[in-house]
């Protein structure tokens, strides 16, 4: 059976997640990218055909002009309603693309989930700085592109004055690029992490997350959760059952405050820098080989015999300056006092760099899982203390 895979970047949830899990399944691979050259040189072994991934248009074209699709998956944000409408439209099993809109253009959840009465934020969507002077948002704010992803050009801000600098900055990067100002949730930051079939769901845990200072939302790091309060989960997925999220991967960020669950965002897709790979090995199920299953039209088992004894952590050194990478470590699979620590560098010596203040500014990503929490952060600060990244301006 051919799955049509669509991609932008090469990503290391392809390369180590999805596509051996493919092979695994007998799953004959096309990877659908308008950046062909890029793909080849990390997957050479795989079939790659340019197209225009974006517009779904094109996707079904170059389907329906080569093999007859079995599947058509991707777990990239920016991909997925393009993933769904071709799929609807070749008869096959995959997520709504009503839904995966939904969940995509923020403005849109926070407008649905109003509709519904699943919950109420402040927030407005911004194509014409003109009518900033209008607005009277709660302060302090978070300005955030309709679209983004990977908290990139997401900032908060304390006045009138700061929102117009900072929509016109963004704006300026990102021409014609609609935003959203909504109110600040505060709390702590937490993850779900689910996995349907449209009639079953799976809660694989979460992850509870820190963040840079304001006004920037760089994810630093995250701790997993094996389970959340029962009330807090039972809060989230109604909200996820009010934006009708239920098939395949789902990464759900929000915050808890004074017992009250709110949804940040919500990916339709499994969880991104390297979590998925963690996440597979902690709960030691097949992962990916799940994902992919659902996407054929296969049932999940009741039960994923997941592992419920783990503790696991990531870190993200991340560059405070831009300028280029001059020492760093190199990758690294270790076992130390019963935690297995696996550092996988994200840039390569000599690569130069502006601040993004997103996760473009990690230099690398180090997983470690054990089944105590205490060692588990131990070893992983005593790793960090140990190694040396310099960047010269």
Same mark, same amino acid.
């Given at each position: 059976?051919?799955?049509?895979? /669509?991609?932008?970047?090469?990503? @290391?949830?392809?390369?180590?997640?999805?596509?051996?899990?493919?092979?695994?399944?007998?799953?004959?691979?096309?990877?659908? $990218?308008?950046q &062909? @050259?890029? *793909?080849?040189?990390?997957?050479?072994? +795989?079939?790659?055909?340019?197209?225009?991934?974006?517009?779904?248009?094109?996707?079904?074209?170059? +389907?329906s002009? *080569?093999?007859?699709?079995?599947?058509?998956?991707?777990?990239?944000?920016?991909?997925?309603?393009?993933?769904?409408?071709?799929?609807?439209?070749?008869?096959?099993?995959?997520?709504?693309w009503?839904?995966?809109?939904?969940? !995509?253009?923020?403005?849109?959840?926070?407008?649905?989930?109003t509709?519904?009465?699943?919950d109420?934020?402040?927030?407005t969507?911004?194509?014409?700085?003109?009518?900033?002077?209008?607005?009277?948002?709660?302060?302090?704010?978070?300005? !955030?592109?309709r679209?983004?992803?990977?908290?990139?050009?997401v900032?908060?801000? @304390?006045?009138?004055?700061?929102?117009?600098?900072?929509?016109?900055e963004i704006?300026?990067?990102r021409?014609? #690029?609609?935003?959203?100002?909504?109110e600040? /949730?505060?709390?702590?930051?937490? $993850?779900?992490?689910?996995?349907?079939d449209?009639?079953?769901? *799976?809660?694989?845990?979460?992850f509870? $997350?820190?963040?840079?200072?304001?006004?920037?939302? +760089?994810?630093?790091?995250? $701790?997993?959760?094996?389970?959340? &309060?029962?009330?807090?989960?039972?809060?989230?997925?109604?909200q996820l059952?009010?934006?009708?999220?239920?098939?395949?991967a789902? *990464?759900?960020?929000f915050?808890?405050? %004074?017992?009250?669950?709110? +949804?940040?965002e919500v990916?339709?897709?499994?969880?991104?820098?390297?979590?998925?790979?963690?996440?597979?090995?902690?709960?030691e199920i097949?992962?990916?080989?799940?994902?992919?299953?659902?996407?054929?039209?296969? =049932?999940?088992?009741?039960?994923?015999? #997941?592992?419920?004894?783990?503790?696991?952590?990531? %870190?993200?050194?991340?560059?405070?300056? #831009?300028?280029?990478?001059?020492?760093?470590?190199a990758?690294?699979?270790?076992?130390?006092?019963?935690?297995?620590?696996?550092?996988?560098?994200?840039?390569?010596?000599?690569? =130069?760099?502006?601040?993004y203040h997103?996760?473009? @500014?990690?230099?690398?990503?180090? =997983?470690?899982?054990?089944?105590?929490?205490?060692?588990?952060?131990?070893?992983?600060?005593?790793?960090?203390?140990?190694?040396?990244?310099?960047?010269?301006?």
């Amino acid at each position: 059976m051919r799955m049509y895979l /669509l991609a932008l970047n090469p990503t @290391d949830s392809v390369t180590e997640g999805f596509l051996p899990a493919a092979a695994r399944l007998g799953l004959d691979i096309t990877l659908l $990218t308008d950046q &062909p @050259d890029a *793909h080849r040189r990390v997957y050479p072994e +795989i079939e790659i055909l340019e197209c225009d991934v974006r517009d779904f248009r094109a996707v079904v074209t170059r +389907i329906s002009t *080569h093999h007859r699709p079995g599947a058509v998956f991707t777990n990239s944000d920016h991909l997925q309603t393009q993933a769904a409408l071709a799929a609807d439209y070749f008869g096959l099993f995959g997520k709504d693309w009503w839904v995966t809109l939904r969940t !995509k253009d923020k403005a849109e959840m926070r407008r649905h989930l109003t509709s519904v009465g699943a919950d109420t934020v402040w927030s407005t969507e911004v194509t014409d700085l003109a009518g900033l002077a209008a607005l009277d948002p709660p302060y302090p704010c978070v300005v !955030k592109p309709r679209e983004g992803v990977a908290s990139e050009d997401v900032v908060l801000v @304390d006045g009138p004055e700061e929102l117009l600098a900072r929509c016109t900055e963004i704006q300026s990067r990102r021409s014609g #690029a609609a935003l959203v100002v909504e109110e600040y /949730l505060p709390g702590e930051l937490y $993850t779900l992490e689910t996995l349907g079939d449209g009639h079953v769901r *799976h809660v694989l845990g979460g992850f509870h $997350t820190w963040v840079s200072p304001p006004p920037y939302f +760089i994810e630093e790091g995250l $701790t997993f959760v094996a389970a959340h &309060p029962e009330p807090i989960v039972a809060q989230v997925l109604a909200q996820l059952d009010a934006l009708g999220v239920g098939f395949g991967a789902c *990464h759900t960020e929000f915050v808890v405050h %004074e017992g009250r669950a709110r +949804i940040i965002e919500v990916n339709y897709r499994a969880i991104g820098d390297q979590c998925d790979l963690l996440l597979a090995r902690l709960l030691e199920i097949p992962l990916f080989e799940h994902i992919l299953r659902t996407h054929l039209g296969e =049932r999940l088992p009741e039960d994923l015999g #997941a592992r419920c004894d783990g503790a696991a952590r990531l %870190e993200y050194p991340c560059a405070e300056s #831009a300028g280029t990478l001059t020492a760093a470590p190199a990758a690294a699979e270790l076992t130390v006092d019963g935690v297995q620590l696996t550092y996988r560098p994200l840039r390569e010596v000599g690569e =130069r760099h502006e601040v993004y203040h997103t996760n473009r @500014d990690f230099l690398g990503v180090l =997983r470690a899982i054990g089944t105590d929490q205490e060692a588990v952060d131990r070893v992983v600060a005593e790793f960090l203390a140990g190694q040396r990244w310099e960047i010269q301006r």
